[in-house]
């Protein structure tokens, strides 16, 4: 569910706002005890100030901010992976923005989704 809301951040916030092809691509990797997952596009980006606040609106209580969806996964991250989680946004006007978030793989319990379960 977490890559989904970024995917959907990425288009209404990026892509959509471009005049050019807007590419969203789902890198999912492991760097060394990290299951990483990185959501980037090619859109409009975020301006410096605007992403600072972004950043800082991350760790706010406040349910009533404009940035919930974004808040709302790393929330949750928090919530079930506590300090085994890094999240970070990178971003450049008119080039694009990647989200990046890695989960400790030790942390992450496999036994709860057993292969071919259903449902």
Request: aromatic share 6%; proline share 1%; net charge negative.
């Amino acid at each position: 569910m977490s890559i989904q809301t970024l995917v959907e951040n990425a288009c209404k916030h990026g892509i959509q706002n471009t005049a050019d092809v807007g590419v969203v691509k789902i890198k999912v990797s492991q760097r060394d005890e990290l299951l990483c997952i990185d959501i980037e596009d090619n859109g409009v980006g975020i301006e410096e100030n605007k992403l600072r606040e972004i950043i800082e609106a991350l760790q706010e209580d406040d349910d009533f901010c404009e940035n919930i969806g974004i808040r709302n996964v790393y929330k949750r991250l928090h919530l079930y992976y506590g300090d085994e989680v890094e999240f970070n946004i990178k971003s450049e006007m008119n080039k694009g923005t990647i989200v990046h978030y890695g989960i400790n793989i030790n942390v992450i319990n496999i036994d709860k989704y057993p292969e071919g379960r259903k449902g």
